[in-house]
């Protein structure tokens, strides 16, 4: 099969050139440096909290965070978005500027694979060979059969697959190491693309909650969606803890799992991460008949119930509540322990009324039942667990995205592209050998084929010309 | 058993370090062999070093595996001298390594001021926890450091202009190979790194973009490793280019906490 060449190089234009520019490695070098830049911003510098963006509180209490931790470069960090590097224009514009980048160059390996299926470049004009890395050879000592059989032989050796075109007294040998570099390079853009739609879908649909301390067997509703989450277990060992935490939809049970520090509930989109636990209190009332008493927390929209479940932080947070049918206010603060394996201990306090002198006034260290002014308050110190909530269709996408793309780089690192292209003809009464390689500046496959190729013919290097 | 027995033992790894600069420097510059030797020795007698301070460290600790960016900038430093040691034997690097002996001492100093001075730079990890992720994690981020702590330093000896009488000057073509060899292998183990991350952040349900993911600064060297490749995939390839590698993977560490 004789492949047809064009006579010469086309004519370029403004378009061409634009696409040359936009689609060079070294535009990719540029824009892949720039994104290295602000992935270390983003990872050095403390980010903006989602919160922020739709709470007034949570942002100047955030803007206050910087200016404290920041106070002389605070605002001009502000200013160029560096403590929202994934939110700001800069990167958005830097982060399109690279997707077109990697789409032109996807087009481009795209053509490449394309042609490299359909008809492989063998036959090379004269010309070809006489740019860098090739070799011209003045065989004598061999005919024309075992030349050809010889070259054939030193490019199966070194690049593979080698393909060949005999004309009259010309033949033309081209050999190349195999789809995987090219493949490679694909799956590499493609991986890479993924990554950034992955990155686009995450800002633009994800969402999350802020960490919700939800004790056993309390339930709230999970944002906007139509499930709510209840805790039905916490068990707390050795600074670890594992929650069994129900996604509840409208009709029921959805998933039930078992929440680690590094096991999630998935479930009806969502995902439900324990980020920790903490103390908490939990607090019944009785009479001296056995008659429950209603108890009701500070917390906003809360009712009076049988029970109420206090929650704590840090060490000298404090939490009320309040015995509508005894005019008695319940006032606890978590004390700082000395011993940091002792379990949390607690202050309480019982005020009646407006009184200013506490009717009970004592510590608590374990489950326990109080009495106050004739009644009974079991209370149990137990634990909560702090859950978030999150929504990331995007989070598929990133991880198949770098799957594909850190393959197709493996790829491309060991099994690099190697072309070869061999001319022999009878020109004089003799042999003319012309080699040509496309390889890698490091690569010594080309040198190997060199020296194949010289061990084969046992060549007297006539012209002894090499470029490269 | 106390703090001191780590500090003895980097501090005169440092020292080590440093002579093995002076003397790969000498070696470049008079072409002596002699100092490549010497070079060559004490770089090996401090990496030894490095790790004896680095296993006493982690025995008094209680933990097996390197965490935070002063321990891993450690092991880092070791799989260096090691990756330029293999590297000159079989090579023909000649007195390049001065450049990757650079690196490593400013890596070193990184490591004395961040676990000696600073008594900072290494996270707590509970030994129990430590999984087959977190192994293979910590491993491939030493494994890649160092890879690409040589490449960027064979870039760093390709960096001496031409027209000055450098002796022992190795051969541009043969420090471009070896750049390569080790930007190849650094760059793999930050895929296989990056790859496990994800994976493990994933599965945690941790955000993948969050700075807590540790995910961002690997991913911050890997695109720097794969701009190159495309560079070099055009045929630009110039061992000068893998500083940018070098240096991106080196602020990850750091600033990351390894």
Not at chain 1, 196 to 201: A, E, F, Q, Y
Not at chain 1, 204 to 216: H, M, P, S
Request: net charge neutral; glycine share 12%.
């Amino acid at each position: 099969m004789a492949t047809e060449y064009p006579a010469g190089p086309r004519q370029r234009d403004v378009l061409d050139a634009l696409w040359r520019l936009s689609s060079s490695p070294y535009f990719t070098l540029a824009l892949t440096i720039v994104v290295a830049l602000a992935l270390l911003i983003a990872a050095a510098l403390p980010q903006e909290p989602v919160a922020a963006r739709s709470d007034y509180v949570v942002r100047s209490q955030w803007l206050a965070l910087v200016h404290h931790r920041y106070p002389t470069t605070g605002e001009a960090l502000l200013a160029v978005g560096a403590f929202n590097v994934f939110r700001s224009l800069w990167f958005r514009i830097l982060v399109a500027l690279l997707a077109f980048n990697l789409c032109l160059r996807l087009i481009n390996l795209a053509e490449t694979v394309w042609q490299s299926r359909r008809s492989p470049a063998v036959r090379r004009p004269e010309s070809f060979f006489a740019e860098k890395l090739s070799v011209i050879y003045q065989v004598t000592g061999l005919s024309w059969d075992e030349t050809l059989a010889a070259v054939h032989r030193a490019l199966t050796t070194t690049v593979a697959r080698p393909g060949e075109e005999h004309a009259q007294s010309v033949s033309y040998f081209h050999a190349d190491s195999g789809p995987w570099p090219l493949w490679g390079a694909l799956v590499l853009h493609v991986g890479a693309l993924l990554v950034i739609v992955g990155w686009l879908v995450s800002g633009w649909f994800g969402w999350q909650t802020e960490a919700i301390r939800l004790g056993i067997g309390q339930q709230i509703a999970v944002g906007e969606t139509h499930y709510t989450l209840r805790l039905d277990d916490l068990a707390v060992k050795d600074g670890d803890f594992r929650a069994e935490v129900v996604l509840l939809g409208e009709g029921g049970e959805v998933h039930r799992s078992v929440v680690t520090a590094w096991w999630p509930l998935r479930g009806g989109g969502l995902t439900v991460r324990g980020m920790g636990y903490g103390p908490a209190v939990i607090v019944r009332a009785k009479d001296n008949t056995g008659r429950p008493i209603m108890l009701q927390s500070f917390v906003e929209g809360a009712e009076p119930e049988e029970m109420v479940h206090l929650p704590f932080g840090e060490p000298g947070e404090e939490r009320y509540f309040v015995v509508p049918e005894r005019g008695l206010v319940v006032r606890l603060v978590l004390v700082q322990s000395e011993d940091t394996n002792a379990g949390p201990s607690f202050q309480v306090q019982a005020y009646r009324g407006s009184a200013v002198e506490p009717v009970l006034d004592g510590t608590l260290v374990a489950s326990d039942q109080v009495e106050i002014a004739g009644d009974y308050y079991v209370m149990d110190v137990g634990h909560y667990a702090l859950l978030q909530t999150t929504y990331d269709p995007g989070d598929e996408f990133v991880l198949v995205g770098l799957l594909l793309a850190c393959g197709g780089m493996m790829l491309m690192l060991w099994k690099p592209r190697a072309q070869a292209w061999v001319l022999v003809a009878a020109e004089g009464g003799g042999i003319t050998v012309k080699a040509r390689g496309e390889v890698g500046g490091h690569d010594q496959r080309f040198n190997l084929l060199v020296s194949e190729v010289e061990k084969a013919l046992a060549a007297h290097k006539v012209m002894g010309e090499r470029r490269g | 058993m106390s703090a001191v027995d780590e500090v003895i033992f980097w501090g005169v790894a440092y020292t080590c370090f440093l002579a093995a600069t002076v003397a790969y420097i000498v070696a470049l510059w008079r072409g002596l062999d002699v100092a490549a030797l010497v070079g060559r020795l004490t770089g090996a007698l401090g990496a030894g070093l490095m790790v004896g301070g680095l296993a006493l460290r982690l025995a008094r600790i209680g933990r097996w595996l390197p965490a935070g960016s002063g321990e891993v900038a450690t092991a880092a430093a070791v799989v260096a001298v090691i990756v330029l040691l293999i590297f000159e034997r079989r090579g023909k690097l000649q007195s390049g390594g001065a450049g990757v002996l650079v690196w490593v001492v400013l890596l070193d100093s990184f490591v004395l001021w961040s676990l000696v001075i600073g008594g900072q730079g290494s996270v707590a990890l509970v030994t129990g926890r430590a999984n087959v992720l977190d192994v293979l994690r910590v491993t491939l981020d030493v494994i890649a450091c160092g890879c690409l702590l040589v490449s960027g330093g064979l870039g760093l000896a390709r960096l001496i202009p031409a027209r000055w009488s450098v002796a022992g000057r190795p051969s541009a073509d043969a420090l471009d190979v070896e750049a390569w060899r080790a930007l190849v292998w650094g760059t793999s183990a930050l895929s296989g790194r990056l790859v496990i991350g994800a994976l493990a952040v994933y599965l945690a349900g941790r955000n993948l973009w969050a700075a807590e993911s540790g995910l961002l600064g690997p991913m911050a060297a890997w695109v720097a490793c794969g701009g190159i490749v495309a560079v070099e995939r055009a045929g630009g390839w110039r061992a000068t280019l893998a500083m940018l590698a070098t240096a991106a993977a080196l602020v990850a560490m750091l600033a990351g906490g390894g």
